[in-house]
């Protein structure tokens, strides 16, 4: 069992649509989680950072995290062409140095 | 907002040669990343450095060397290139131990 998992997608949805991505984790001990975008070429860009249970929004992007599910997701509202990129889920276990990157899901947004 | 830079996006080299790989960060993170990144592997971690003159293998460190002298530079050596270390080269930088990574733009490397 990997110890982040995505599914590797493509996810494609219509333009103004929401787009669900889903990660799970491992580590029942792990505190931090992230969501990083990637455009191809480019370097991850962190986007979402969420340290509790429950939802946090940032614009069009909203965060859920359930622990006891260990269980986290990235929801984008009003999905654009340019939010077609992979991402990336993240997680930092407690007390550990190392980030634990899933593989990526890739998203198609469809104009 | 944390800076981090890599001192080149793309980078040809030979085989046998010897490469580095500089990353410099802005933000007084005490950690370092490096990572390199493949089609259908995703992120690997190289080395990761917690402290001046501290490192730490990651997952796949073989072929390759660190030095962090200074509190800001992190770098990256191919000791013998080779073609297989044909690459993206990602560095990371990090405050505290919950806080997220931040990327450098990447260096892509090909060994000829």
């Known amino acids: 069992q990997k110890e982040v998992e995505q599914n590797s997608g493509p996810l494609s949805v219509p333009e103004g649509a929401i787009a669900s991505l889903n990660c799970t984790y491992s580590?029942?001990?792990?505190?931090?989680f992230f969501w990083y975008r990637q455009y191809s070429g480019k370097s991850p860009e962190l986007i979402m950072s969420?340290?509790?249970?429950g939802d946090k929004e940032d614009g069009r992007f909203t965060a859920q995290l359930n622990k006891a599910s260990q269980y986290v997701s990235l929801l984008i509202r009003d999905s654009q062409p340019s939010d077609s990129a992979t991402y990336l889920c993240?997680?930092?276990?407690?007390?550990?140095?190392?980030?634990?990157f899933g593989a990526g899901t890739r998203l198609f947004v469809k104009a | 907002d944390v800076k981090v830079t890599q001192s080149s996006r793309y980078l040809v080299k030979r085989t046998g040669e010897k490469v580095f790989l500089e990353c410099v960060q802005d933000?007084?993170?005490?950690?370092m990343f490096w990572y390199r990144q493949d089609p259908g592997l995703g992120l690997r971690l190289i080395y990761f450095?917690?402290?001046?003159?501290?490192?730490e293998k990651g997952d796949i460190p073989e072929g390759y060397s660190v030095s962090r002298e200074k509190k800001e530079r992190f770098s990256l050596i191919l000791e013998s290139a080779s073609t297989n270390q044909t690459s993206m080269y990602l560095c990371?930088?990090?405050?505290?131990?919950?806080?997220?990574?931040?990327f450098g733009d990447g260096t892509r490397l090909s060994i000829l």
């Open positions: 450095s917690y402290d001046v003159k501290m490192k």
């Open positions: 969420i340290y509790s249970n």
């Open positions: 993240a997680v930092n276990r407690k007390g550990g140095f190392k980030t634990i």
């Open positions: 933000m007084d993170h005490e950690n």
């Open positions: 580590d029942r001990v792990s505190q931090s």
């Open positions: 990371a930088g990090r405050g505290p131990i919950n806080q997220p990574q931040h």
